[in-house]
């Protein structure tokens, strides 16, 4: 089993950043990637960005020139850097891992940017 735990969230005003951070526990062997999704009221859940193993990043394009993806193997963490937040960036942003192909979630932390 593998725990995530998100972490980072909170309010800022619009231009601002946050750096998201998702702590792996458990058995974390055989770990593949790690993706964040992020999901606002009434909106389906959507793909942020990736990560691998060897470090290969891929972005979705509103987060593309963004935000940067980046992981500590020695902490078990990877972390999302968002600058020049945007309002509609505000939603729960949550951490997916694939480990032996399984799939695991965070429980999610809260984002919001006024403007």
């Known amino acids: 089993q593998v725990q995530l735990v998100e972490s980072g969230g909170g309010s800022v005003q619009a231009g601002g950043s946050l750096r998201l951070s998702c702590a792996a526990s458990?058995?974390?062997?055989?770990?593949?990637?790690v993706n964040w999704y992020r999901q606002a009221p009434g909106k389906e859940r959507e793909f942020v960005s990736a990560?691998?193993?060897?470090?290969?990043?891929r972005y979705a394009d509103f987060a593309d020139g963004r935000f940067t993806i980046s992981q500590d193997n020695t902490k078990k963490t990877v972390y999302l850097q968002m600058n020049s937040l945007k309002p509609e960036d505000t939603a729960m942003y949550y951490c997916q891992g694939r480990y032996f192909g399984k799939v695991y979630w965070g429980q999610g932390t809260q984002v919001n940017v006024s403007s």
């Open positions: 458990g058995s974390t062997n055989g770990r593949s990637d």
């Open positions: 990560i691998v193993s060897g470090g290969s990043t």
